[in-house]
């Protein structure tokens, strides 16, 4: 993880394709690269909170669906609906 030139963080840092990527299983996971990064948490936690990154943590749980029936499926449209909204924004 090669440090950028403005600051002392990494290269990567806040980057949720690379920080937290998807696994085979379609599920996100923490990238290996990353264990050792003492900075770890807070950059997970920047990905995630960024508007990009937000929204497709957002539309990721929603596509997964609930097997609820017909409530299920209402969450679900609803989170999907408010994930659109967002985007738009």
Do not use: N, Y
Request: hydrophobic share 30%.
């Amino acid at each position: 993880m090669p440090a950028s030139s403005h600051s002392s963080r990494p290269e990567c840092f806040g980057d949720l394709s690379r920080v937290f990527p998807s696994g085979q299983d379609g599920l996100r996971e923490v990238s290996a690269r990353c264990w050792d990064c003492r900075l770890r948490v807070e950059c997970l936690r920047a990905a995630a909170s960024k508007r990009d990154g937000r929204e497709q943590l957002e539309q990721e749980r929603a596509s997964r669906g609930e097997p609820e029936g017909v409530a299920g499926f209402l969450r679900r449209w609803s989170r999907l609906k408010t994930a659109s909204r967002r985007e738009k924004e």
